[in-house]
């Protein structure tokens, strides 16, 4: 099903000659799929991680085994690590990454529709906390959502940045 946050994404890639991938945990390939649902994605779609458990987190994309013992799966700091170390594996400019509690019950001692989404730019991470409600389906829906809005905007703030 088309995804207008993932076709304005595609556009704004396609427009300044980037790509992009994606680490998901909680959102488990909702934005990998949204993003190759747009026509022309496989210009800027390098490759997508599902790194649902924490050994795939650290073996596959790199996020430190410390850092998940220190701040736990659900955290700033492994959203960074994930989006960072997604864009490193893929060969890719640009990453979004997804780690959260949809639910149920509280992970981790988080409580649920707690999630972080970290985002990738030529070297720079960042990360944000966001607080979802409704259920399982609800806040990963949500967060898919919340990810694809705000990696457009990540990237016009770096653009700018790098131009100035």
Known sequence: MYCEAAGKLVKALKERGLTVTAAESCTGGKICDAIVSVPGASEVFKEG???YSDRAK????GVPKEV??????ISLETAEYMAQGAALKAGAEVAVSVTG???PTADEGKPVGLVYIGTYFKGETAAREFRFEGDR??????AKLCALEL????????VVE???
């Open 49 to 51: 991680f599902v790194t």
């Open 58 to 61: 650290i073996n596959t994309i």
């Open 68 to 73: 998940i013992e220190k701040s736990g799966a």
């Open 101 to 103: 509690n949809a639910g």
């Open 137 to 142: 389906e609800d806040i990963r829906e949500r």
């Open 151 to 158: 990696l457009p905007e990540w990237i016009s703030e770096k």
């Open 162 to 164: 790098q131009e100035q």
